[in-house]
Each structure stands twice: as structure tokens, then as C-alpha cells.
């Protein structure tokens, strides 16, 4: 079972960059596919981000589109989310997410394994 750590959050103002890593124990983290998601205070856990087994697909939550950008080394089990020019609406707890399967999701429910989340706080 592979676990999943999340760092990179804190507190940043409007218009500022962050970057997440989110580190696997699994030697196989190769053969999953990753995913960020984000639950705001009040709010349903929602979909921002998807990298594929090789990195070779991508998907993006259309609000993050042009601002955030996923990628993966997985010499270092690790998968990344570059985020710029973040907006109060961002703030929100940031999870990480592998999924065993190859086919694209946003569904959370797909995801085997999660992270315990990194806070994130965008302020105005």
C-alpha cells in the first residue's frame, strides 16, 4: 500500500506562486496515475489535477487551467503542482490522490490512495 505525503503549502497573497510535492513510500510509484484535489472550508472535495502513469496525459480543472501545472519525476516518487497566480478562491486543503487506474478520471472515488493534505491560504 503505497502512502503519500504532501508538502509545500502556507500562506500567500493574491497573485503569488506555490509549489506542492507530494512524495510516495511505493518504489512502484510508476504505475499509477496521480491526481491533486481540493477541499475548501464548507465545500465539496473537487478535482484539480491529473498527470498520467508516464506523464505523457494531462488534465486540468478549468478555473486552474493557464495557472496551475502538474508534472511527475518518478526517479524521485514524487508529483509536483506549480501554482501561480493564486486567488483567494484557491485556499483549500490540497490532497494528493493515486489511482491503480490507467483510464483519466476526476472522480475522487476512483483513487485508491490519498495524502493527508496541505494547507493551502491565498490571501487578498
Known amino acids: 500500500q503505497v502512502q503519500l505525503v504532501e508538502s509545500g503549502g502556507g500562506l500567500v497573497q493574491a497573485g503569488g506562486s506555490l509549489r506542492l510535492a507530494c512524495a510516495a513510500s511505493d518504489g512502484t510509484f510508476s504505475n499509477y496515475a496521480m491526481g491533486w484535489f481540493r477541499q475548501a472550508p464548507g465545500k465539496e472535495r473537487e478535482f484539480v489535477a491529473r498527470i498520467s502513469r508516464t506523464g505523457g496525459n494531462i488534465l486540468y480543472e478549468d478555473s486552474v487551467k493557464g495557472r496551475f501545472s502538474i508534472s511527475r519525476d518518478n526517479a524521485k516518487n514524487t508529483v509536483y503542482l506549480q501554482m501561480n497566480s493564486l486567488k483567494p478562491e484557491d485556499t483549500a486543503v490540497y490532497y494528493c490522490?493515486?489511482?491503480?487506474?490507467?483510464?483519466?478520471?476526476?472522480?475522487?472515488?476512483?483513487?485508491?490512495?490519498w495524502g493527508q493534505g496541505t494547507q493551502v491560504t491565498v490571501s487578498s
Open positions: 490522490a493515486a489511482d491503480t487506474s490507467p483510464i483519466q478520471s476526476r472522480r475522487g472515488e476512483r483513487y485508491s490512495y
